[in-house]
């Protein structure tokens, strides 16, 4: 199917076209639709991409196979552009056995260059570039067909200016001197999202001691193996609370299992040696192999020097014009004060590196070691504090 507007790519000889013309792009604009309701993993339902020539709208559900694509969005000396990329890095690590080589997020590249974070695709549009876009089919069933017009140009829209803001927006970073920044940024998003696979801590397991915090790792892998072969949220599977109960109780047996009040699923009345089994096997691990207990009893001026360093930090991003979100948030903050208070026997925390440390170390510091000041500048302005060398110092 043909339109002025976008090429919908349908059949075998259409997308070999795509593919010829993406083998000769090195920025490539990139976005998906897809449901994840009722799944372990998202259903993709189209993939739309932009050149600086085309727009292309991919049709999975006629494209059977869509891994030449996907290894060339992988491939080195490519660079991808998305909007919130979290999705389309973990399809592009399903199809490719790789995340982009090269990735811009926008909303990442305009959080660092004082547009605010994180803005949808709508906002960007009209924050960057001034332009408006069609926001009408957010809740379509992307998975019906046919699909109507006004939902290809929609799914269109949303790779059309993905080129255009990264002019931009590289423009004025490069003016700022913050490209490596909005990079090394977007590099570190991609390294998130490939470890997401094991975050088997959950809410309530800070409690538990470093044997029971075995037994949560092992029954989260039991239960996320599970939903993943039936394809369902892992909470119907087993919800977080229950898990945090069998791990502080480790039963021994079936019936120890079902003693636990609430825990009486058809799914689990299935599974019941498999879950004790994966019991089993954490009471069986050496103390070496067990999960460190990360929960800390701080003193008492952790909280009060990081609420006090809260209030630099975000003087600091208004002054950087950088949003504080993607500065510093609570955990980093706490984190740079306890390795102040332990530098001897701490690793320097991630949060004074990079370009956060740039902006960061000289007045966090400084402030923490009595050699700077505070005090109320230009009331009148986003960032009305002022770090000033003490009288110390």
Not at 171 to 199: F, H, M, P, S
Not at 349 to 359: K, N, S
């Amino acid at each position: 199917m043909q339109s002025d507007l976008y090429s919908y790519i349908d059949s075998a000889p259409e997308f070999e076209r795509l593919l010829d013309d993406l083998a000769s792009q090195s920025v490539i604009g990139l976005d998906t639709e897809f449901i994840s309701e009722g799944r372990y993993e998202p259903e993709l339902c189209l993939v739309q991409l932009s050149t600086p020539k085309e727009i292309y709208v991919v049709d999975p559900l006629a494209v059977s196979d869509l891994r030449p694509m996907w290894k060339l969005l992988a491939s080195d000396g490519r660079e991808v552009i998305t909007v919130a990329a979290r999705q389309e890095i973990k399809f592009c690590v399903k199809g490719a056995d790789a995340p982009p080589a090269k990735l811009m997020d926008l909303q990442v590249a305009a959080g660092l260059l004082g547009f605010g974070y994180p803005l949808s695709h709508t906002n960007l549009c009209l924050r960057v570039l001034n332009a408006k876009v069609n926001g009408g089919e957010s809740f379509t069933d992307w998975r019906k067909r046919p699909l109507r017009p006004v939902q290809l140009e929609y799914a269109s829209d949303d790779v059309r200016h993905l080129l255009g803001m990264r002019e931009k927006l590289l423009a004025k970073a490069a003016k700022l001197g913050r490209t490596e920044w909005i990079y090394g940024e977007c590099g570190q998003l991609v390294k998130n999202v490939l470890r997401e696979d094991e975050r088997w801590r959950v809410s309530g397991s800070a409690r538990l001691n470093r044997r029971q915090l075995g037994v949560l790792r092992e029954i989260w892998r039991w239960r996320d193996h599970q939903a993943q072969t039936m394809n369902v949220p892992v909470a119907r599977v087993l919800g977080d609370s229950m898990m945090i109960e069998i791990a502080r109780r480790s039963p021994a047996s079936v019936e120890d299992l079902f003693s636990i009040r609430g825990l009486d699923s058809r799914l689990l009345r299935r599974n019941e040696h498999e879950v004790i089994a994966a019991v089993t096997r954490a009471k069986a691990l050496p103390d070496a192999e067990l999960p460190s207990n990360e929960r800390r009893e701080d003193p008492p001026q952790v909280a009060v020097l990081t609420k006090l360093l809260s209030v630099a930090v975000s003087n600091l991003a208004a002054e950087a014009d950088v949003d504080t979100a993607l500065l510093a948030t609570t955990s980093d903050i706490q984190q740079i004060v306890r390795w102040f208070l332990d530098r001897e026997n701490q690793p320097r925390p991630e949060p004074l590196t990079g370009w956060r440390g740039e902006i960061l170390e000289e007045t966090l510091i400084g402030f923490l070691e009595g050699r700077r000041i505070v005090r109320v500048g230009n009331i009148k302005r986003p960032n009305p504090l002022v770090f000033e060398p003490s009288a110390k110092a």
